[in-house]
């Protein structure tokens, strides 16, 4: 197989998915014909708007095995996550003031939980395992008295990992302690079940699932409570003021059911594909490193480091094949930052344990439910050629040739 | 090579696809190594130098698209300069040269001039040490 100029292959299913175009077919009468407002409870345009949200929501709610009446419809997770955990301490003051979270949580939970840290709260970091996991005698030993929240993501879009979210929350459980689960990466790719689970919050994230981007929901456990943190009307039960995005809810809805019902299918297929991507990079170099769980982890997605070479250079040989991938290189983190102060290694592969030396050459390859074995194959074929041009141009590389350690 | 669409100018994306005087140079002058893998981009610069002129000049990097073109650059630049001339090179010429990089890029051309420097020092002192040599 040749390079293909030709080619669009999307392998940063993490990043976003496409929306479904049987999504985009729901969400298209939302626009002009059914555009009214939840809130005219009175006339025709705005009684059909009421209807069609609670119909989402039930199908949202039919995603994770919740009641209807637990979700509420936000901006997407990020809002989601701030909601589920400044919303939370400010509604249950008298719990106390002590945080925990993971060391691999995505941006909107760790950078909140410092904020808060800033205000006064104590955050613990929950260390992780060179897998990726969270231990549940950890948790139990950062547990105190005055622990007000746990917030601990189920799956890591960076890594793959799954955590063991029903052990970890049983043992919140145990002393009642608030317990939220950002599952914008696994919710609608996997079996997501908030009784089974037993977490008291939830972020789901429709653009993760082939829905669209700017909405979300986070799953309230009845009888929860959250201090809004938008305020305004009454929309979500007074939980999220403002004018419902319902193109959006309605596409979230959409692509919910779609999600749910092809939820076997989709999952052996990208179980397969994984297979085959794992085991044809697999052995093939011996400076390559899998990151993240090897089995419990996300269908589709395949992370790895390696050795010699610059994460965002493989990123854009890959592109310019027509290959779009992710990294948690430095120099591929924030591409319009103001300077290189804006730059920073992943903490996700800081907290597995890669050395940060090594941070730079980290690529993640998530795949979705449209990729095809002949794009992996394609992909395959490609890559060793990227990285034989790029060791070719990488000084650490010729002293590794001359047996010299180019690390020390 | 295709052309996708890239957060770097053409010109960048055309000295990442096909750097120019990559390789090593057997019988250098001077080599000079700048930055490190844990900063995430390193630079090895050769300069074969004869008669205060820079008759050619290559480079090793590992680090991102911007610090292999601007390595590429900078060497394209080098070549047939007087020792006197290539000391006035600057970063800012060579981020220039590839019309212009990203803001939070512009570091990775600093390093490329930070080479560069290294290597005039290196043999600025290597002729200090041969008062004996037959230098015009």
Redesign the interface.
Known sequence: MQ????RDIYFDHAATTPVDSRVVEAMLPYFAERFGNPSSHVHSKGVEANQELDQSRASVARLINAPTETIIFTSGATEANNLAIRGHLEANQERGKHLIISEIEHYSVINLCLKLKREGYDLTLLPVDELGLVHPDKLHAAMRRDTALISIQHASSEIGTIQNIKELAAIARETGVFFHSDAAASAGNIPVDVVDLGVDALTVSAHNFYGPKGVGALYLRPGAKLEAQIIGGFQERGYRSGTENLAGIVGMAKAAELALAEMPQRREHLTGLQKRLWNGLAQKYEFLHFTGHPSQRLPGHVSFWME???G??LL??L????IQTASG????S???????H??A?SHVLTAVGVP?????GSLTVSLGKDNTANEVDYFLQIFPQVVERLL???????DKLKGKN??Q | MPESASPYSKKVMDHFVNPRNMGEIADATVVADVGNPACGDMMRLYLKIENGIIVDAKFKTFGCGAAIATSSMLTEMLKGKSLEDAKSISNQAVAEALDGLPPVKMHCSVMAEEALIKALEQYNRSQEQKPDSFEV
């Open positions: 390079p293909d100029a030709q010699y070479i610059e965002e250079s854009l040989f592109n310019v094949y027509g290189s430095a120099c591929a924030n591409m319009r930052g103001q300077n290189e804006d730059l290694a940060a030396e090594y941070c730079s070719a141009m990488s000084p650490l590389w010729a180019p690390y």
